[in-house]
């Protein structure tokens, strides 16, 4: 497979895994927060599983990224993830959040360039600069400001803004470290998944008990065994993300092709549950994928 068909790939998993999760966090009425970690600890689970499997053959003690930085590059996921959660539940529709979080491709993109002298091309600063513009004409719909005023503390997209940073930052630095360290992808991101893993299942346990606070109602919660089958697919999207970044020219064009996801996002989440979508959601959405098209050709 090239590059472009593991991105492809990794578009469609991630769509159908954080649209199963907005699901089932508003079916079994719980928190994003609760279901993201869950999700996390699942996946790290998944990822011990496949790193000691034959077919794996994953070697964890010589060479690759050291467990130390593994685990530096897991707490900023964790942490990202969890601000993506919020985004995804917050937003009118689920996919338009997602085309605000998938701004972290022309972020990459420029890091990319300016930290590793990676490839860039007149192409792929117009087709990235497209993406910009249809993320924001897709969230610039009047229904976001109700949705603003309905919902407490910071906005869905200012989540999205701190999601799309965190992602650049822990992948574009995974795929460097990769290669400065000789290792190989698949490696590493296992190795991040388990670290997260850890990590979250010590923030789930640790949390804020918010049944126990007055005048709060308990919060439902996504079973553990449907978290963990959301997370074996996890595990699998994040393998094919990485190799894609990690094969193409440019880590950012990388990432147009995976955000793919958001337009499929925005579809899904109108056609299965619902959701808010408007003239201006669909015309940012095709400007995305436009975008996206003009960066990888």
């Excluded at 978290?227 to 950012?252: E, T, Y």
């Amino acid at each position: 497979m090239n590059w472009i068909s593991f991105g492809l790939a990794a578009a469609a998993g991630v769509a159908s895994s954080e649209m199963g999760k907005v699901g089932l966090t508003n079916q079994y009425k719980g928190t994003m927060a609760d279901t993201t970690l869950k999700e996390v600890v699942g996946a790290g689970v998944v990822a011990v599983y496949r790193i000691f499997s034959a077919e794996t053959q994953t070697d964890t003690s010589a060479g690759g990224v050291p467990w130390f930085v593994v685990f530096l590059i897991a707490a900023l996921k964790v942490q990202h993830s969890l601000w993506r959660g919020q985004c995804l539940q917050l937003a009118p529709n689920a996919g338009i959040a997602k085309n605000v979080i998938n701004l972290n491709g022309p972020l990459a993109m420029v890091c990319g360039y300016a930290l590793f002298s990676q490839e860039l091309t007149i192409r792929m600063v117009l087709g990235s600069t497209i993406v910009v513009l249809g993320s924001y004409i897709s969230t610039s719909s009047p229904q976001k400001k109700e949705k603003l005023q309905r919902n407490a503390g910071a906005s869905w997209v200012m989540y999205g803004l701190m999601g799309a940073a965190g992602i650049v930052t822990c992948e574009v630095g995974k795929v460097a470290l990769t290669n400065y360290y000789g290792g190989e992808m698949k490696d590493t991101t296992l190795k991040v998944l388990v670290a997260a893993g850890l990590i979250a299942i010590f923030r789930f346990f640790m949390r804020p008990k918010q049944q126990e606070l007055k005048d709060k109602p308990k919060p439902g919660e996504v079973p553990w065994w449907m978290m963990f089958a959301l997370a074996a697919w996890k595990v699998q999207h994040n393998i094919w993300r990485d190799k894609c970044m990690q094969m193409a020219p440019n880590a950012g064009i990388a990432k147009n092709v995976i955000n793919l996801n958001g337009p499929f996002a925005t579809l899904s989440a109108y056609l299965i549950f619902r959701q808010i979508l408007n003239f201006r959601m669909v015309a940012g959405s095709a400007l995305v994928v436009a975008g996206s098209y003009i960066s990888t050709t």
